[in-house]
């Protein structure tokens, strides 16, 4: 069974970069399959922010492309998301997940509320 | 590709059944997932393949459809069927595209 925990400050400023590290346990993030992130604003629906394989080869929303990285680091079994220049309309609910063997999600972190705010 | 579900709330009284519907603006075969997300919690995988059940999904949930029309079916809805249901499409990506929800709730 795969675990996947969100760990990341839960405030951030205006213009400044949000970043979440996603701690996966009892799976090796070097057996393959898709980690994602997926958000949700307050209130509202799931939105998908990107995708990042094993090989390091990553796919994203052409509505976040330009403001977001995600990485993988299979030494420390975890991936990470980052979001430069963010403003109130980022705030939401962000999860990490697994895909299966298509990019859907089978596994999914409890979320982390991460609010934009001065 | 857009998702569109409907309706946006569907009331329904424990034990009947319900039907949510998922269109896509363009066909996607059958690569169309459903989730169940409750207050508070990620959402869960129901559905994958347009009609195959998750791991430990009970079989009063089924799917079905294929190119742009789908269709959720919760039999003798059970009081921890209450939910949001979510479809999305991974047929062609990025992005990959979640449709806006349906809220089932207790009639």
């Known amino acids: 069974q795969v675990h996947l925990q969100e760990s990341g400050p839960g405030l951030v400023k205006p213009s400044e970069t949000l970043s979440l590290t996603c701690i996966v346990s009892?799976?090796?993030?070097?057996?393959?399959?898709?980690w994602g992130w997926i958000r949700q604003p307050p209130g509202k629906g799931l939105e998908w922010i990107g995708n990042?394989?094993?090989?390091?080869?990553?796919f994203y929303n052409p509505s976040l492309k330009s403001r977001v990285t995600i990485s993988i680091d299979t030494s420390k079994n975890q991936f990470s998301l980052r979001l430069i220049s963010v403003t109130a309309a980022d705030t939401a609910v962000y999860y990490c997940?697994?895909?299966?063997?298509?990019?859907?999600?089978?596994?999914w972190g409890q979320g982390a509320l991460v609010t934009v705010s001065s | 590709i857009v998702m569109t579900q409907s309706p946006a709330t569907l009331s329904v009284s424990p034990g009947e059944s319900a039907t949510l519907s998922c269109r896509a603006s363009?066909?996607?075969?059958?690569?169309l997932a459903w989730y169940q997300q409750k207050p508070g919690q990620a959402p869960r995988l129901l559905i994958f393949?347009?009609?195959a059940r998750a791991t430990g999904i009970p079989a009063r949930f089924s799917g079905s459809g294929s190119g742009t029309e789908f269709t959720l079916t919760i039999s003798s809805l059970q009081s921890e069927d209450f939910a949001v249901y979510y479809c999305?499409?991974?047929?062609?990506?990025?992005?990959?595209?979640f449709g806006g929800g349906t809220k089932v709730e207790i009639k």
């Open positions: 009892d799976y090796s993030i070097s057996s393959g399959y898709y």
């Open positions: 990042v394989f094993l090989s390091g080869n990553s």
């Open positions: 393949g347009a009609s």
């Open positions: 363009q066909s996607v075969g059958f690569n």
């Open positions: 999305q499409q991974y047929n062609d990506w990025p992005p990959l595209t």
């Open positions: 997940a697994r895909s299966l063997g298509a990019p859907l999600f089978g596994y």
